[in-house]
């Protein structure tokens, strides 16, 4: 079924009513960041990424989000482990291979990742999607040099060959499964200066695929309600300082109307 906004408020309610454990393994400098979106969302976070534990977290936890923003052979044994148990538990799997493309470490364990276990949703931005999918895409370490509307073609492929829902970040966010698509456009410029947005959208992607098992609504409707509290916070104040606090309070404080009023989504 496509987004709409009662769906995607529907969602909001349950997660807020069951306050979801969402297993995070993230890289260094986002952990705050994400934990305490995902909080204001009303979802439960945690930091997990000890291999002698990841496995055994997974089992209590409702969702798994893997970041591969700091690597290191420690965070890889961790990430292998942990996915591997939520195959097996049939708990969603949301990846966000940061900076893929960049260099060939970081390129080599998204692709052991993904064979390992293929996630029901992965997100990044344009550069990053097409790196996955076989592309000599360029990047800036983890900045994209393309627009999101360069990787749509690229996100179908990927989509097709791993059997998962993937979403290209960027003015537009592009969700896609299959043959199918939706686009929305809501957020602000002044999101791209405040480090960790991205990622903090892919921890709510966890948080929306635990209450819903239909990936591709949960990874659109975690996306509307990342660009809708961004839009609210911007509102408030242009500066990237302020912004970090004021999209925080804008998801706490998130109602039905807000989503209805400013939600801009097309199949």
Same mark, same amino acid.
């Given at each position: 079924?496509?987004?709409?906004?009662?769906?995607?408020?529907?969602?909001?309610?349950?997660?807020?009513?069951?306050?979801?454990?969402?297993?995070?393994?993230?890289?260094?400098?986002?952990?705050?960041?994400?934990?305490?979106?995902?909080?204001?969302?009303?979802?439960?976070?945690?930091?997990?990424?000890?291999?002698?534990?990841?496995?055994?977290?997974?089992?209590?936890?409702?969702?798994?989000?893997?970041?591969?923003?700091?690597?290191?052979?420690?965070?890889?044994?961790?990430?292998?482990? $942990?996915?591997?148990? +939520?195959?097996? @538990?049939?708990?969603?799997?949301?990846?966000?291979? =940061?900076?893929? %493309? &960049? #260099?060939? /470490?970081?390129?080599?364990?998204?692709?052991?990742?993904?064979?390992?276990?293929?996630?029901?949703?992965?997100?990044?931005?344009?550069?990053?999607?097409?790196?996955?999918?076989?592309?000599?895409?360029?990047?800036?370490?983890?900045?994209?040099?393309?627009?999101?509307?360069? $990787?749509?073609?690229? +996100?179908?492929? @990927?989509?097709?060959?791993?059997?998962?829902?993937? =979403?290209?970040? %960027? &003015? #537009?966010? /592009?969700?896609?499964?299959?043959?199918?698509?939706?686009?929305?456009?809501?957020?602000?410029?002044?999101?791209?200066?405040?480090?960790?947005?991205?990622?903090?959208?892919?921890?709510?992607?966890?948080?929306?695929?635990?209450?819903?098992?239909?990936?591709?609504?949960?990874? $659109?409707?975690?996306? +509307?309600?990342?660009?809708?509290?961004?839009?609210?916070?911007?509102?408030?104040?242009?500066?990237?300082?302020?912004?970090?606090?004021?999209?925080?309070?804008?998801?706490?404080?998130?109602?039905?109307?807000?989503?209805?009023?400013?939600?801009?989504?097309?199949?």
């Amino acid at each position: 079924m496509f987004p709409t906004p009662q769906s995607i408020w529907t969602d909001v309610t349950q997660i807020r009513a069951q306050a979801p454990l969402i297993h995070n393994i993230t890289n260094f400098v986002v952990m705050n960041n994400t934990a305490n979106a995902l909080l204001a969302v009303g979802a439960s976070p945690a930091m997990v990424h000890a291999p002698e534990e990841t496995a055994d977290f997974v089992a209590i936890s409702s969702a798994l989000v893997v970041n591969i923003g700091t690597l290191d052979e420690n965070f890889v044994a961790g990430m292998k482990q $942990a996915m591997r148990r +939520a195959k097996d @538990l049939g708990k969603p799997i949301v990846f966000d291979p =940061v900076g893929v %493309g &960049a #260099t060939p /470490y970081r390129n080599r364990v998204s692709a052991e990742l993904l064979t390992l276990s293929a996630p029901e949703i992965i997100r990044g931005n344009a550069s990053e999607i097409m790196a996955l999918a076989g592309l000599d895409a360029q990047t800036k370490g983890v900045d994209s040099l393309f627009g999101s509307d360069a $990787a749509v073609d690229a +996100a179908h492929q @990927l989509s097709r060959s791993l059997g998962c829902v993937v =979403v290209v970040s %960027g &003015a #537009t966010d /592009y969700i896609i499964r299959g043959e199918q698509t939706a686009a929305i456009a809501n957020g602000h410029p002044l999101m791209t200066r405040v480090t960790g947005m991205g990622c903090t959208a892919t921890a709510l992607t966890g948080a929306f695929a635990a209450v819903n098992a239909d990936y591709f609504q949960a990874a $659109a409707h975690a996306m +509307a309600v990342m660009g809708v509290a961004g839009e609210m916070a911007v509102e408030k104040q242009t500066a990237p300082g302020s912004l970090q606090v004021n999209f925080l309070d804008a998801l706490y404080q998130l109602t039905a109307s807000d989503i209805a009023d400013r939600l801009k989504i097309n199949e």
